[in-house]
């Protein structure tokens, strides 16, 4: 990926990605080293997409992938219960947007398998058509 394109995705995705790192980390230091790594890790793993179209999906969720593994490591984040009642809505629905945009990666992948193995895979994953 070319520096100039690089600082396109950068330009169009940085701020919904730092005002979701803010949501999930509460702080804003800790928000913007998440979406430091995450640029970080597209720029190092980012040309393994095979269609740039899914790049925010993909910047989204290695966004809260990082969030998970920066917490298990830091033991800051133990689960949901762990926190005041007031932030667990906020916090459950969160998980539930990361969950959506992992939802939507698998069924774009699964479209690219080949149907003898999708149906299989669909049955036994239970996921919708």
Known sequence: MSTTAFSQLVDAHYTPLYRFALSLARNQADAGDLVQQTFYIWATKGHAL???????????????REFLRVGRREGRVTSIEDLPP???????????RARSLDADTVMLALQSVDEVFRAPLTLFHQLPL
């Open 50 to 64: 095979r269609e740039v179209s899914k790049a925010k999906s993909w910047l989204f969720t290695t966004l809260y």
């Open 86 to 96: 007031s932030e667990q809505d906020v916090a459950a629905e969160e998980i539930d």
